[in-house]
């Protein structure tokens, strides 16, 4: 029974929080719903981390879905480049559904909260099939599952704002769904296959054909507006402020990122390297996409007042970085972009939820509102500046790996100019972070303001400081990590070749 269990793993993670969505509906209460959400997330992770094993040893895991062979049948796939992010996304999932409960109740009606519980589900549902599938379609319904579960969420929040902010996060996503969609057509009409690895074969002959061509073009500029990268990103400041603060913990930590991910392996394992680098000029569009997204999101950082919205366009910057690894096309700037779409992961969850637990206090997260915060809720403080801290880039935290490795795979090829990008997005980084610890530890209360008392409840804390934790153990001993998402990256590189 067990040996069947452990061949069932990649389909268990695809369909355990896809049948316990509707639990949570028929449940139709807060805590049984939390309960149902917050068990499946940790099984679902648990099966992720014996995944990630398994990939380490075996390189790879297929599953065919009802028996039906390749290219035939739909086909789960598990490598070590998916193994990484399907780790990410329900880790994230995991120590979310900890701290969701407090969080949602605080800002949400208690009878409302079990929809969030299952639209939250769904959303897992639909990251974790476009991270394991194998079929180009279905990777297209799973984009599809996830980006209307968050569009529902993102409209829960509790200001009338976020039904503005779902509504145009709607019609962009729904833009990039399209385009993502017209290029995988374009390219069934030229393969006859939707299976991945097939399409790859079947490329071969007809790769430099105009129709192979604009459906790369499609499929980047559709799964870039999902990353939200520059100057694609509209939709992604509002969703992220006006969103229920658990929302945007999961969201912030894992949607763009597996979007990157898709078109990482579109782009790699689909289309190759030699045409999209090579023969068509994709790595230098994308290279002055991100470093204008560094330093325009970093800029617009700067000026803004709600300190969720701050995070939002911090987002903006943080994408450019990964993007930037992954556009220099070789095994050191694909290494530098994995390493850091997870710690940017870990690091945007650990702030998002420090941010949640001072609105879960003070109904309010302006720079003005939490003015002295850290002497009355010193540990949510706290988190918020080593989270801060490796967002920077400081040396011993996450932030710092992940920029380290950037700025070597950018010295190797002698790209100096995008390394002082990088440095000057690092410095601007330390001025809007500075702002907001400035406000929590160096000023006092407006008069009149409310004065908070205490701090957020344990489990509020307890997944945050994981999160914080988390960034200081890969800052100290990020060897393991850069070793993990290296061996991903060289596999990466001999499919795409």
Same mark, same amino acid.
């Given at each position: 029974?067990?040996?069947?269990?452990?061949?069932?793993?990649?389909?268990?993670?695809?369909?355990?929080?896809?049948?316990?969505?509707?639990?949570?509906?028929?449940?139709?209460?807060?805590?049984?719903?939390?309960?149902?959400?917050?068990?499946?997330?940790?099984?679902?992770?648990?099966?992720?981390?014996?995944?990630?094993?398994?990939?380490?040893?075996?390189?790879?895991?297929?599953?065919?879905?009802?028996?039906?062979?390749?290219?035939?049948?739909?086909?789960?796939?598990?490598?070590?480049?998916?193994?990484?992010?399907?780790?990410?996304?329900?880790?994230?999932?995991?120590?979310?559904?900890?701290?969701?409960?407090?969080?949602?109740?605080?800002?949400?009606?208690?009878?409302?909260?079990?929809?969030?519980?299952?639209?939250?589900?769904?959303?897992?549902?639909?990251?974790?099939?476009?991270?394991?599938?194998?079929?180009?379609?279905?990777?297209?319904?799973?984009?599809?599952?996830?980006?209307?579960?968050?569009?529902?969420?993102?409209?829960?929040?509790?200001?009338?704002?976020?039904?503005?902010?779902?509504?145009?996060?709607?019609?962009?996503?729904?833009?990039?769904?399209?385009?993502?969609?017209?290029?995988?057509?374009?390219?069934?009409?030229?393969?006859?296959?939707?299976?991945?690895?097939?399409?790859?074969?079947?490329?071969?002959?007809? *790769?430099?054909?105009?129709?192979?061509? !604009?459906? #790369?073009?499609?499929? /980047?500029?559709?799964?870039?507006? $999902?990353? +939200? @990268? %520059?100057?694609?990103?509209?939709?992604?400041?509002?969703?992220?402020?006006?969103?229920?603060?658990?929302?945007?913990?999961?969201?912030?930590?894992?949607?763009?990122?597996?979007?990157?991910?898709?078109?990482?392996?579109?782009?790699?394992?689909?289309?190759?390297?030699?045409?999209?680098?090579?023969?068509?000029?994709?790595?230098?569009?994308?290279?002055?996409?991100?470093?204008?997204?560094?330093?325009?999101?970093?800029?617009?950082?700067?000026?803004?007042?709600?300190?969720?919205?701050?995070?939002?366009?911090?987002?903006?910057?943080?994408?450019?970085?990964?993007?930037?690894?992954?556009?220099? *096309?070789?095994?050191?700037?694909?290494? !530098?972009? #994995?390493?850091?779409? /997870?710690?940017?992961?870990?690091? $945007?969850? +650990? @702030? %998002?939820?420090?941010?949640?637990?001072?609105?879960?206090?003070?109904?309010?997260?302006?720079?003005?509102?939490?003015?002295?915060?850290?002497?009355?809720?010193?540990?949510?403080?706290?988190?918020?500046?080593?989270?801060?801290?490796?967002?920077?880039?400081?040396?011993?935290?996450?932030?710092?790996?992940?920029?380290?490795?950037?700025?070597?795979?950018?010295?190797?090829?002698?790209?100096?100019?995008?390394?002082?990008?990088?440095?000057?997005?690092?410095?601007?980084?330390?001025?809007?972070?500075?702002?907001?610890?400035?406000?929590?530890?160096?000023?006092?209360?407006?008069?009149?303001?409310?004065?908070?008392?205490?701090?957020?409840? !344990?489990?509020?804390?307890?997944?945050?400081?994981?999160?914080?934790?988390?960034?200081?153990?890969?800052?100290?001993?990020?060897?393991?990590?850069?070793?993990?998402?290296?061996?991903?990256?060289?596999?990466?590189?001999?499919?795409?070749?």
């Amino acid at each position: 029974m067990i040996v069947q269990l452990f061949h069932q793993m990649p389909v268990l993670v695809v369909i355990l929080p896809l049948m316990a969505a509707p639990l949570c509906v028929i449940a139709h209460r807060a805590l049984p719903a939390w309960l149902i959400h917050t068990a499946v997330s940790w099984v679902v992770f648990g099966i992720s981390f014996l995944l990630f094993v398994e990939t380490r040893v075996a390189g790879r895991v297929v599953y065919a879905l009802g028996g039906w062979a390749p290219p035939f049948g739909i086909e789960l796939v598990i490598d070590r480049f998916s193994a990484i992010v399907l780790l990410l996304v329900t880790g994230m999932s995991a120590l979310t559904s900890l701290y969701a409960r407090a969080s949602i109740a605080a800002e949400l009606p208690r009878e409302r909260a079990y929809l969030v519980y299952a639209a939250m589900l769904l959303c897992l549902c639909g990251l974790v099939g476009m991270t394991v599938t194998g079929d180009a379609f279905n990777l297209f319904v799973f984009l599809e599952v996830s980006s209307l579960a968050s569009y529902s969420l993102i409209a829960m929040g509790p200001s009338r704002r976020a039904l503005l902010s779902s509504f145009q996060y709607l019609i962009m996503g729904t833009v990039g769904g399209t385009f993502l969609l017209i290029g995988i057509g374009f390219l069934y009409v030229m393969t006859g296959t939707l299976n991945m690895a097939d399409i790859a074969q079947r490329l071969q002959g007809v *790769a430099h054909t105009h129709t192979v061509e !604009a459906g #790369l073009a499609f499929i /980047v500029v559709g799964l870039s507006l $999902k990353a +939200a @990268l %520059f100057p694609l990103h509209a939709w992604l400041p509002n969703a992220y402020t006006y969103a229920p603060s658990s929302v945007s913990v999961f969201i912030a930590a894992t949607s763009t990122k597996v979007a990157v991910y898709a078109l990482i392996r579109f782009v790699f394992t689909v289309f190759g390297a030699d045409l999209a680098f090579d023969s068509l000029p994709l790595g230098d569009v994308l290279i002055v996409l991100s470093v204008a997204a560094m330093l325009s999101g970093s800029l617009a950082a700067i000026f803004q007042t709600d300190v969720k919205r701050l995070l939002a366009w911090s987002s903006v910057a943080q994408m450019g970085y990964i993007v930037l690894g992954f556009a220099l *096309a070789t095994g050191a700037g694909l290494t !530098a972009a #994995l390493t850091h779409m /997870v710690n940017h992961g870990l690091i $945007k969850g +650990a @702030l %998002f939820m420090a941010v949640g637990a001072m609105f879960w206090r003070m109904q309010a997260c302006s720079i003005n509102d939490i003015a002295g915060l850290g002497k009355r809720m010193p540990w949510t403080c706290a988190a918020f500046v080593v989270g801060g801290l490796s967002l920077i880039g400081f040396p011993g935290t996450a932030g710092f790996i992940s920029k380290w490795v950037l700025l070597q795979a950018l010295m190797v090829d002698h790209h100096w100019l995008l390394a002082a990008a990088i440095l000057v997005s690092s410095l601007l980084a330390v001025i809007y972070i500075g702002r907001v610890v400035e406000s929590l530890y160096f000023r006092e209360p407006a008069e009149g303001r409310k004065v908070a008392r205490g701090e957020a409840p !344990a489990l509020m804390l307890v997944a945050t400081w994981t999160l914080v934790a988390l960034n200081i153990a890969v800052g100290l001993f990020g060897a393991a990590e850069v070793d993990a998402t290296r061996q991903a990256a060289m596999s990466l590189l001999g499919v795409g070749q």
